[in-house]
Structure formats: C-alpha cells, structure tokens
C-alpha cells in the first residue's frame, strides 16, 4: 500500500529550498500496521548534504542572530498557529509512520502546542536582563545572553513532532540556526515540521532538515566544530557515543536518554487509581515511551487483588491499526522493535518470569507488527527485564513488603529517568520524594505525566546535561556573556 504524501514533496530542506540528496539513495518509510508497505520515499543523505545544511544554517546565523526576540516570537507564533491548524493532519501523518493510535498522536500535537506556548511565552522574559545589572560607581556590569549559533537536533521516532518541537522551538526563539535530523522510522513527521516552518515564513536556512541514517549523518552533525551543541534525544548507548565524539570538540550536549521507571503501589493506595496509572504509563503508545511505567513494584498485602485486575485489563485491551479509533493499542513502530520486544519477553520467560498476560500473539492481525499488552510476574532484580529497557508493551513486576524494600528496587537501575508512588499516606510520599533517584518524582500520578513549567530530564545513565522544558530549556542554547561598560 503506498498512502500518498498530503504535501509530496519528500526532499530534504535545506537554506530554505526542497533538494534531493547528493547520494541519489533513498529510503523508505514503513507504516508499522502493514509490513512491507511504502508511505513514501526519503533522502538517505551524506555527509555532503549535512556539510550544506551547516552552511545554509551557519549563514543564516548572521542575521538571526540580530534579529527582536518580538520578531522570533511572531515567527513561532505563527508556527504554533499552523501547527493547530494542521492538528489532525499531522496526527495522521504520526499514526501512520509510528503506529500509534489517533488518539494519542492527537495528544502528542497538543502536548507539542503546549510546550510551544510555554516558551513562547516565557521567552521575553528570559532575555529580559535588567534584574541582572548590576554597577560599582560608573562601572556597569550585567549579563548578556546571546545564541551559540548552529545547533544540531537529533530526535527519535516515539514522539516525532513533539520531541523535535521540545528542542527546536526554544533553539530558535534565542536566536540559534538548526540543522535537524528525524529518526529513520519517522522521517515524514520532520519533513511536515520543516513544511510549517517554510509556511510559517522563518528566513531561509534558519531551520533545515536532512533525513537519513544516524550511523551515517547523525555522526557527521556531531563531529563537526561548526555545529556549537547538539541536543539528542534517544537511546542510552547512541547517547554516550555522541557525548564522547562531541567532547572532541567540547560541543556542548544536552542528552535525553532511555529509562526504567517504577511504579510503586503501598498497601494503603487506591488501587483503582494505581492500576489506571499502571495501565497509561504501561501500554500507551505501545509502551513506547520514554517515561512509560516498566517495572510494577506492589506490596505484598494488594499485590495479588491488583495483578488480577491488571492481567484483565491488559488482556481486554484492543490492539490494532491505529487509524481505527477502536483501538487501544497500536502496533510497535517497526521490525526492529517487534524482534527486539520478542527477544527481551522470551528471554524473560527463560530466566523464569511467567507470563502472566501477552505472549500469544494468535488473535492479532499478522500484517503489522503487533504486540499484546504484557505483565511478566516473578522478576527478580538479576533478571533482564527488571535491568534493561524494554521499549514496548511490556510491565515486569515485583513484590515488596515494607517502603525501605520497594525504594532500594526501584533505584536498583543505572537509569534515573520517571518515578511514581501510590499511597494516602502523606510521610511515605515525602520518603519517597527524598530518597528516589530519578529525574520525575510523581506522587498518586503516572510515571509520564509532565508540565512544561517544569524541568524534563534524567539523572543517572538516563540523561546528561541540562533538562528540557521549564527555563533550561532555553538556558541550554544560550551563551553567557559578562559584560562590564565602563562610558567616559
Ligand atoms: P536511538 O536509536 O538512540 O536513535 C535516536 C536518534 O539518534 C535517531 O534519529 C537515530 O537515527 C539517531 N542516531 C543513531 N545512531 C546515531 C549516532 N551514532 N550518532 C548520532 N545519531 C544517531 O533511539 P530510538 O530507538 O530512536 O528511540 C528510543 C530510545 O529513545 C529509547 O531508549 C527511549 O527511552 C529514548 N527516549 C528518551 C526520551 C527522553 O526524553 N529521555 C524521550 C523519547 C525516547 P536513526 O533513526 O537513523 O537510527
Ligand atoms: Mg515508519
């Protein structure tokens, strides 16, 4: 099946014009629900088509740099508009490429548009540098925030739009050029991001796109001096190779990486509003999600009354296309994912988990890569799916009989990215909140709930550098310069 391109023009973005790659390669673009299908055909690029996107983005940086903070506000603004616009349009566009229902593609725009509209409005008052002025007789000191200059944005393919919008709206409001990269299995959300871009009238190489493989051009963006940070979101090991080739050039980064997050549930929770969170933070965008819930930590006294319900729930969950509002649960994003998925859960069950719901993949459509909602009880802490992130549908749970016990599990883990605790006790939710290692500490709310007024990020192997979101988002693509005047 070949779903047309509502825009069709594939090519990469670069210096303001659509151009195809020097390479002449292309790739294709997978819609997960039916293998083997063609959603259209995208630049497998080189590192000469990066070297261009970094001159376009490096000229451009001349005058976007002079440019109001009103004026780069105005151009978001419109951004923001079209993208509201364009809402459902685009949802399609992620449902087909990623696999995840329309329902949750329409969350991710408007998730986009809040955190746009959070920078958007916060951005002024950012730059404003008046309470930091200071003087000693007639001299006067203060400090002036400036852009770094080209910044290179590397995003994964879970949340195509939102993610790139998380880095890329705060980049440009201080003043910054981008050179982006979309993940290989979402190549058509970025080419729809750059489309609004050009729409919305940003300058020509103020934002450019080039598609392609990580191994191919991720790494040219990150080698190069003249790309002056790069903010990545994704995989743990992607990130510490980039953290080490970027020290080369002591190009700063700001990593997003894996997780996983636990979900504690204490005997005195309310279990319903427990398993609502275990079921959200479990299997949506099939599990998917960096801050999905992956480990189920309960106490003994509730653990066999919630597990039934929780192995109910998730047999009853309908996994399907997407595309159908019908369903719960869409397909994993791509082979690459379904194998690996298949893997971890086999494994788990040699190592001696027991598969307490998922697994039996008979009842589903065979034409996508299709995954059933999966609890794994009997895990231990040695066992690969208590240690390793599973990137799907996938909860490993465990027991735990007294607070101290559950904590010590749950910051067992190289990761410290999402959190959460379900308890009406209000001592154990600030021992909690005090003792564990994790970047979001949510309390009676789902490991993936977020605000943008606050900072988004990891501790541990699961991020580096400064968060996302709140004001170090925009503090990541600023430069600090001390300025000391002295006038005759
Ligand atoms: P990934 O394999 O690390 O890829 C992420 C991006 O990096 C893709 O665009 C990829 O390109 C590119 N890339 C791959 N190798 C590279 C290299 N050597 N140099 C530079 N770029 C390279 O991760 P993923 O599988 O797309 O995403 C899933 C992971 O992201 C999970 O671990 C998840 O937890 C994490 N994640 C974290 C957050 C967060 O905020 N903490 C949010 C979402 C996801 P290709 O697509 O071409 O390989
Ligand atoms: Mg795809």
Same mark, same amino acid.
């Given at each position: 099946m070949t779903v047309p391109a509502t825009d069709n023009n594939l090519d990469n973005f670069i210096g303001g014009r659509w151009i195809p790659s020097q390479s002449g390669a292309t790739f294709t673009d997978e819609n997960p629900a039916l293998r $083997? +299908? #063609? /959603?259209g055909s995208f630049q497998s690029s080189t590192a000469d088509d990066v070297a261009c996107a970094i001159d376009a983005a490096a000229d451009a940086f001349r005058s976007w740099r002079q440019t109001s903070i009103a004026h780069r506000q105005q151009l978001v603004a419109a951004f923001l508009n079209l993208l509201k616009e364009s809402r459902e349009e685009i949802a399609r566009i992620v449902t087909l490429e990623n696999g995840k229902t329309m329902r949750e593609s329409r969350a991710e725009v408007d998730s986009a548009l809040i955190e746009g509209g959070y920078h958007l409005q916060h951005a002024a008052a950012f730059f404003d540098d008046g309470s930091r002025r200071t003087s000693i007789g007639n001299l006067t000191m203060w400090v002036k925030l400036e852009p770094v200059g080209v910044v290179g944005i590397i995003s994964p393919w879970n949340f195509p739009m939102n993610v790139m919008c998380r880095k890329t709206l705060p980049a440009l409001l201080t003043g910054n050029t981008v050179v982006f990269k979309p993940a290989t299995f979402t190549p058509w959300s970025g080419i729809y991001m750059a489309r609004l871009f050009e729409k919305a009238g940003l300058?020509? $190489? !103020?934002f450019n796109c080039v598609t392609g493989l990580g191994s191919a051009i991720g790494n040219v963006m990150v080698d190069s001096?003249?790309?002056r940070a790069i903010s990545f979101t994704g995989s743990t090991s992607v990130g510490k190779t980039i953290q080490a080739r970027a020290a080369a050039n002591l190009t700063r980064t700001q990593l997003e990486l894996g997780g996983k997050n636990a979900l504690i549930v204490m005997d005195d929770a309310d279990v319903g509003l427990a398993l609502d969170a275990a079921i959200t933070a479990g299997f949506s965008n099939a599990g998917q999600w960096?801050? +999905?819930?992956s480990r189920v930590l309960l106490h003994r006294n509730i653990a066999a009354t919630f597990l039934a319900s929780l192995i109910a729930r998730a047999d009853a969950m309908v996994v399907g &296309? $997407?595309? /159908?509002? #019908?369903?719960?649960m869409g397909p994993v994003a791509g082979q690459r994912q379904y194998e690996d998925v298949s893997r971890a859960i086999r494994q788990a069950t040699s190592e001696g988990?027991?598969?307490?719901? $998922?697994? &039996?993949? +008979?009842?589903?459509?065979?034409d996508g890569y299709f995954l059933r909602p999966t609890v794994l009880t009997? !895990?231990?802490?040695?066992m690969g799916a208590f240690r390793e992130?599973?990137?799907?549908?996938v909860l490993a749970v465990c027991e735990f009989d007294s607070l101290d016990d559950a904590l010590e599990l749950a910051n067992d883990s190289m990761y410290g990215l999402s959190s959460a605790i379900y308890t009406t006790d209000a001592a154990t939710a600030r021992v909690y909140i005090d003792s564990i290692e994790a970047g979001l500490a949510h309390v009676n709310v789902h490991t993936g709930y977020k605000e943008p007024s606050l900072p988004f990020g990891g501790i541990k192997q699961s991020g580096a550098g400064l968060p996302e979101n709140s004001e170090t988002g925009l503090e990541f693509f600023v430069d600090r310069k001390a300025v000391y005047e002295r006038l005759p």
């Amino acid at each position: 099946m070949t779903v047309p391109a509502t825009d069709n023009n594939l090519d990469n973005f670069i210096g303001g014009r659509w151009i195809p790659s020097q390479s002449g390669a292309t790739f294709t673009d997978e819609n997960p629900a039916l293998r $083997g +299908s #063609s /959603l259209g055909s995208f630049q497998s690029s080189t590192a000469d088509d990066v070297a261009c996107a970094i001159d376009a983005a490096a000229d451009a940086f001349r005058s976007w740099r002079q440019t109001s903070i009103a004026h780069r506000q105005q151009l978001v603004a419109a951004f923001l508009n079209l993208l509201k616009e364009s809402r459902e349009e685009i949802a399609r566009i992620v449902t087909l490429e990623n696999g995840k229902t329309m329902r949750e593609s329409r969350a991710e725009v408007d998730s986009a548009l809040i955190e746009g509209g959070y920078h958007l409005q916060h951005a002024a008052a950012f730059f404003d540098d008046g309470s930091r002025r200071t003087s000693i007789g007639n001299l006067t000191m203060w400090v002036k925030l400036e852009p770094v200059g080209v910044v290179g944005i590397i995003s994964p393919w879970n949340f195509p739009m939102n993610v790139m919008c998380r880095k890329t709206l705060p980049a440009l409001l201080t003043g910054n050029t981008v050179v982006f990269k979309p993940a290989t299995f979402t190549p058509w959300s970025g080419i729809y991001m750059a489309r609004l871009f050009e729409k919305a009238g940003l300058p020509p $190489g !103020v934002f450019n796109c080039v598609t392609g493989l990580g191994s191919a051009i991720g790494n040219v963006m990150v080698d190069s001096p003249r790309i002056r940070a790069i903010s990545f979101t994704g995989s743990t090991s992607v990130g510490k190779t980039i953290q080490a080739r970027a020290a080369a050039n002591l190009t700063r980064t700001q990593l997003e990486l894996g997780g996983k997050n636990a979900l504690i549930v204490m005997d005195d929770a309310d279990v319903g509003l427990a398993l609502d969170a275990a079921i959200t933070a479990g299997f949506s965008n099939a599990g998917q999600w960096c801050t +999905s819930t992956s480990r189920v930590l309960l106490h003994r006294n509730i653990a066999a009354t919630f597990l039934a319900s929780l192995i109910a729930r998730a047999d009853a969950m309908v996994v399907g &296309d $997407g595309l /159908l509002e #019908s369903t719960e649960m869409g397909p994993v994003a791509g082979q690459r994912q379904y194998e690996d998925v298949s893997r971890a859960i086999r494994q788990a069950t040699s190592e001696g988990a027991q598969l307490a719901a $998922g697994g &039996d993949t +008979s009842t589903l459509p065979t034409d996508g890569y299709f995954l059933r909602p999966t609890v794994l009880t009997n !895990v231990t802490p040695q066992m690969g799916a208590f240690r390793e992130e599973i990137f799907g549908p996938v909860l490993a749970v465990c027991e735990f009989d007294s607070l101290d016990d559950a904590l010590e599990l749950a910051n067992d883990s190289m990761y410290g990215l999402s959190s959460a605790i379900y308890t009406t006790d209000a001592a154990t939710a600030r021992v909690y909140i005090d003792s564990i290692e994790a970047g979001l500490a949510h309390v009676n709310v789902h490991t993936g709930y977020k605000e943008p007024s606050l900072p988004f990020g990891g501790i541990k192997q699961s991020g580096a550098g400064l968060p996302e979101n709140s004001e170090t988002g925009l503090e990541f693509f600023v430069d600090r310069k001390a300025v000391y005047e002295r006038l005759p």
